[in-house]
Each structure stands twice: as structure tokens, then as C-alpha cells.
């Protein structure tokens, strides 16, 4: 009797091993499922991670051109308002020393002349700075750096072409500065 119950034991012994294998491998299969889980919620975060850290470099490559092709211009034309500023005194030295010297005082003469020397010295510090005047008189008018103001029908001229330049225009590099007002052909 004591073998059998030696043997209920054994059996039972084995019976709760067996349990407990089995129950350990539910275990170790649960805690699998959990650890692939977190192992798929933490991969699919560091692939969300590195899309925005890819957007986030593409952000900043394309901000960092902005700003450099900004600073560039920004450089290029960087005269531009005193330049349109400066015309203005071009214009105004043009109408000074239009006048005909005939009927001209020796001392007038020579104050023209002086206002000639300023203005010479004046289109030369334009010049240096690429500010140059946009030729147009006899050619066909342009839209993009003349304004029509006047047309007027003249014979022997074919239509559309500048026939009189009213205020002459200017060009910075190659940005307008202020467009050429003209009376155009018909």
C-alpha cells in the first residue's frame, strides 16, 4: 500500500510537473506575444520617429536654400533704393544742363559746366554699382521694361515701335529700377 500510495504520489508529483511545464509554456507564450507587441508598437514609433526626423532634415535643407538664395539677393541688390533714390538726381541734373549755352552769362556757363562735371561723375558711380539706363528709342516696345503713356501714328513707322522716350528708364543688374515712360507708334 505504501508502494501505492509512493506511486499515486509519483504520478501526482509528475501530474503537477507536467502542470506547471504547461503552465510555464502559457506563460512564456503570453509573455512572447507581449514582448512581439511592444516589439511592433516600438518599431512602427522609431519608423514614425525617422519619417518626421527625414521631414524634419528636408524642412531645414529646403529653410536653409530659402535663406541663402534671400541672402544672395538680398546682396545682389543691395543698392537698389538708393539707386532708385539717385535718378531721381539724374533726371533733375538732365534738365539743368538740356539748356542751350548760346544766350548764357560766362558765369552761368561756367556753373552748367560744373553741374555737367557732377552729372558725368554721377552716371559713373551708377555705372559702377550696374545701373544702367534701358535703351528703347526706335525699338520695339517692350512691356516688360516700358510703360506707354501716348501713341501716335507716324508715317513710315511700322506700329508698336517707341517713337519718344519721356522719362528715360533704368535697369539694376538685371532687375527694373523704373520703367521707361514712351510715346509708342501706332
Known amino acids: 500500500m505504501k508502494e501505492e500510495e509512493k506511486s499515486k504520489e509519483e504520478k501526482l508529483e509528475d501530474l503537477k510537473k507536467r502542470h506547471d511545464r504547461r503552465n510555464k509554456r502559457q506563460e512564456t507564450r503570453e509573455e512572447n506575444d507581449k514582448k512581439d507587441e511592444i516589439i511592433k508598437t516600438l518599431s512602427a514609433n522609431v519608423e514614425e520617429l525617422q519619417n518626421k526626423l527625414l521631414y524634419q532634415q528636408a524642412e531645414f535643407a529646403n529653410f536653409k536654400r530659402r535663406r541663402e538664395e534671400e541672402t544672395a539677393s538680398m546682396l ?10 539717385l535718378i531721381g ?3 533733375s541734373f538732365e534738365r539743368a544742363i538740356s539748356i542751350t549755352e548760346d544766350k548764357l552769362s560766362e558765369d552761368v556757363k561756367k556753373y552748367l559746366n560744373g553741374f555737367k562735371i557732377m552729372y558725368t561723375n554721377l552716371i559713373n558711380i551708377l555705372n559702377k554699382f550696374e545701373v544702367k539706363e534701358i535703351d528703347c528709342l526706335n525699338k520695339e516696345f517692350d512691356h516688360n521694361t516700358c510703360q506707354a503713356l501716348m501713341t501716335e501714328k507716324r508715317e513710315g513707322i511700322e506700329s508698336g515701335i517707341v517713337i519718344e522716350v519721356l522719362q528715360k528708364g533704368y535697369m539694376i543688374k538685371d532687375k527694373l529700377l ?4 514712351v510715346k509708342v507708334s501706332e
Request: charged letters at 35%; a neutral charge.
Open 76 to 85: 545682389k541688390y543691395q543698392h537698389f533704393d538708393m539707386a532708385r533714390e
Open 89 to 91: 538726381v539724374v533726371d
Open 178 to 181: 523704373r520703367a521707361a515712360l
